[in-house]
């Protein structure tokens, strides 16, 4: 091909492809994606929603379930009858000592409500634990956390026992 010109196709030219040659999307098509990814996107956000919420209503319960743990440990570590409080979202630990009465708190106190933004609700607003770490209630203790639809019971047996 001596003295071929740049640019030149020599014979080789693309036929039937005229204008599609060009290079970019119509705005038609642009819009059609955006259509699309609005869809999917209006299908996907409540699902996200409703799946955060249940994390966070999973956690709490976590939570809370930590702090009875700890509780009863401390009951039994300590010798002393211990208090496992649930006030306005809120769980501390208090250890009561045998002699003077003094309470003394355990741990930090947990913000279960404002931490994870879930309702906690019981009946009762606190656990006792003997020296033993055994519970000292009458009744079955219902202790319900909710997030907008999703919601969790945690049962804490006359004995102490928790149950998720």
Known sequence: MQGAVIGETSGLELQ?????????????????????????TAFGVPRLGDALAKQSVRSAGDAIATMHSRARGSAIQRRRRTVLVLK???VVIRSVHPITGALDTVGAPQLIGERYGVTVSTARDSLVFDPRGMGTEASTTFIEISKGSSADTLRVTPAGRLLQ
């Not at 039937?16 to 999917?40: D, K, N, P, Q, Y």
């Open 16 to 40: 039937g492809l005229g204008e599609m040659c060009e290079r970019g999307f119509s705005l038609l098509e642009i819009v059609l994606v955006m259509v699309i990814v609005a869809i999917v």
């Open 88 to 90: 306005n979202g809120g």
